[in-house]
């Protein structure tokens, strides 16, 4: 990824962020509330947003790097199976271990009431609009590229043969369409608008 493509997501991000303030600052999430990176039914990302992740992982100590690299294979095995389980990148004190490049699939959640089992977020429909918009903006600027659960997106990045095509500018859907067709992975330039991950939330 170049450093254009990089800043192109931030850009998305902070412009989200600031047109969705008004309405976000009313959220009763805090720092160590973790129901939505635990019961999602999925944490979607685009292949831009899972090269900026990729890098952070590559970034951690020794140590750190193999037992993330552990928990994601363990969570795609896991989430193949039919299960839902807690991100593997939440930390035991309930924080997000990667926060800073977190991908916008978990920038755009918030609820006005703390949330609990039968007790979905709680939002408002203007933002709601407003992420739709970004995450059309985010396929806009990664078309050659793909959207899907992010384990599974990291684990499509790890297979060489996808990682040079899409790095070279390539665009083979073939090369991945075993994967893509089972674990539910969608062409950006195809893809419909996604929904809010999880369960579906209440708008007000």
């Given at each position: 990824?170049?450093?254009?493509?990089?800043?192109?997501?931030?850009?998305?991000?902070?412009?989200?962020?600031?047109?969705?303030?008004?309405?976000?600052?009313?959220?009763?999430?805090?720092?160590?509330?973790?129901?939505?990176?635990?019961?999602?039914?999925?944490?979607?990302?685009?292949?831009?947003?899972?090269?900026?992740?990729?890098?952070?992982?590559?970034?951690?100590?020794?140590?750190?790097?193999?037992?993330?690299?552990?928990?994601?294979?363990?969570?795609?095995?896991?989430?193949?199976?039919g299960?839902?389980?807690?991100?593997?990148?939440?930390?035991?004190?309930?924080?997000?271990?990667?926060?800073?490049?977190?991908?916008?699939?978990?920038?755009?959640?918030?609820?006005?009431?703390?949330?609990?089992?039968?007790?979905?977020?709680?939002?408002?429909?203007?933002?709601?609009?407003?992420?739709?918009?970004?995450?059309?903006?985010?396929?806009?600027?990664?078309?050659?590229?793909?959207?899907?659960?992010?384990?599974?997106i990291?684990?499509?990045?790890?297979?060489?043969?996808?990682?040079?095509?899409?790095?070279?500018?390539?665009?083979?859907?073939?090369?991945?369409?075993?994967?893509?067709?089972?674990?539910?992975?969608?062409?950006?330039?195809?893809?419909?608008?996604?929904?809010f991950?999880?369960?579906?939330?209440?708008?007000?």
């Amino acid at each position: 990824m170049t450093d254009h493509h990089h800043r192109q997501l931030m850009q998305i991000y902070a412009r989200f962020q600031a047109e969705a303030k008004p309405f976000m600052s009313a959220a009763a999430c805090a720092e160590g509330c973790a129901y939505c990176c635990r019961a999602a039914g999925r944490i979607d990302a685009t292949t831009q947003e899972g090269l900026v992740i990729q890098t952070a992982i590559a970034q951690l100590p020794k140590s750190q790097r193999r037992a993330v690299e552990k928990r994601l294979r363990r969570e795609v095995r896991q989430r193949e199976q039919g299960h839902i389980v807690a991100c593997p990148f939440l930390q035991k004190n309930d924080t997000c271990q990667i926060y800073p490049v977190r991908p916008f699939s978990c920038r755009r959640v918030y609820s006005l009431h703390r949330c609990r089992e039968g007790a979905p977020p709680r939002l408002h429909r203007q933002v709601m609009a407003l992420a739709d918009a970004a995450i059309e903006a985010l396929r806009q600027c990664d078309p050659n590229g793909y959207s899907g659960h992010l384990s599974y997106i990291l684990h499509m990045l790890t297979e060489q043969r996808f990682r040079d095509i899409y790095l070279t500018g390539g665009f083979a859907p073939e090369a991945v369409m075993a994967f893509g067709r089972s674990h539910q992975i969608s062409i950006n330039r195809k893809m419909p608008v996604a929904g809010f991950p999880g369960r579906p939330p209440k708008e007000v």
